[in-house]
């Protein structure tokens, strides 16, 4: 299993994939900016919860030419790779006119790209065993869109095309390709709200609480080893909010 991750989800996965799969076939790569990977790989190590842990500073695509994965292929035993979890993501809050190229670009180098580039380089190790799974975290802002996130709402809106388009690619192969489109999840994406602004987003919610991380990992999971007739779908986990 490959996970390319960062942040509470990634514990979850980390801590719920133990239960299921052991350690020893597990390899997590951590993604984030600023050291944070570094970061949350050392604390993933620290607690025991992986056997071999990749971890690169910086954005989604560009990690991949840094030759992350081909690290991986040379470490890993053959006919190691099972599982992808795609769940790299960055947000931006703001009018679009202001938004400048850059960080349009960003978004999208970290969003989508990274998921091209992931699963480009999962793809032919599933070929050759003829079996896997591949899972996507998005949001539902891929499907409704959100005002004042425009580039997330893309970037998420172009994961599910491509899991759809994949799906479709790689089932004759008895490969599966979902995605989850997660609604308000406590995860740092989300501490930007202030209490107040939370609680009215809570009240719109008829779960009446925010997702955990735990349930998304749960359900990450749940399809990782789901029936192989499951493929191409985008799974709404947002407590009936949409």
Known sequence: MIVSTTGKISR?????????????????MTVGG??????????????????????????????MHMGALAFIAKQAPKNFLHIVINNAGISYAGLLHEMEPDEWDHILRTNLTSVFYCCKFAIPFM??????????????????????????????????SLTKALAKELA??????????????????????????????????PANRMGKPSDV??????????????TGQIITLDGGWM
């Not at 979850?12 to 997590?28: A, K, M, N």
């Not at 050291?35 to 990690?63: E, F, K, N, P, T």
């Not at 996507?136 to 893309?154: D, R």
């Open 12 to 28: 979850e996965l980390y801590e719920q994939s133990d239960v299921l799969y052991g350690t020893h076939d597990r390899i997590f």
């Open 34 to 63: 600023m050291g944070h990977a570094s970061m949350i790989a050392y604390g993933m190590a620290q607690a025991d919860l992986g056997r071999q842990i990749v971890c690169v500073d910086g954005d989604g695509a560009v990690m």
């Open 127 to 160: 070929l050759k065993k003829h079996s896997g799974k591949i899972v996507q975290i998005s949001s539902v802002w891929g499907t409704h869109g959100a005002s004042m996130e425009a580039a997330y709402s893309a970037s998420k809106g172009g994961l599910h």
């Open 172 to 205: 004759p192969s008895n490969i599966q390709v979902n995605a989850i489109a997660c609604g308000l999840i406590d995860t740092h994406m989300n501490a930007c709200y202030s209490k107040e602004e939370l609680n009215d987003l809570i009240s719109q919610i």
């Open 217 to 230: 990992a749960h359900l990450t999971l749940s399809l990782a080893s789901a029936t192989n007739y499951l």
